[in-house]
Nanobody, 124 residues
Framework: QVQLVESGGGLVQAGDSLRLSCAAS????????MGWFRQAPGNEREFVGH???????RYEDPVKGRFTISRDNAKNTAYLQLNNVKPEDTAVYYC??????????????????WGQGTQVTVSS
């Protein structure tokens, strides 16, 4: 059974740092791309970035240079490090993975399994 569990969210001030974790079970974690998404109130869910099974990363422009995605295959866990956070980073953050090993999705539709999300709130 595939399960993704995010943790690490909370209330922080602008300029602070925060690290989110995504613990995965089911499937061969080391062969999976792990994606991070976020959804702010009233907005659609948007892509934040991903880390492929080979360790390549990609980020959307609003978070480039501030957010870092990493993974620890021994712990079956992906991370999203948020630095210099801004009020506009306030959202529920989700991790996700595709069904197939070695797949690198290019759209949200390519992600088949999702966590329940963790809330990040940034005060100004």
């Amino acid at each position: 059974q595939v399960q993704l569990v995010e943790s690490g969210g909370g209330l922080v001030q602008a300029g602070d740092s925060l690290r989110l974790s995504c613990a995965a079970s089911g499937g061969t974690f080391s062969a999976l791309t792990m994606g991070w998404f976020r959804q702010a109130p009233g907005n659609e869910r948007e892509f934040v970035g991903h880390i492929t099974w080979s360790g390549d990363t990609r980020y959307e422009d609003p978070v480039k240079g501030r957010f870092t995605i990493s993974r620890d295959n021994a712990k079956n866990t992906a991370y999203l490090q948020l630095n210099n956070v801004k009020p506009e980073d306030t959202a529920v953050y989700y991790c996700a993975r595709p069904r197939l090993q070695y797949a690198v999705p290019t759209t949200q539709a390519g992600y088949d399994y999702w966590g329940q999300g963790t809330q990040v709130t940034v005060s100004s």
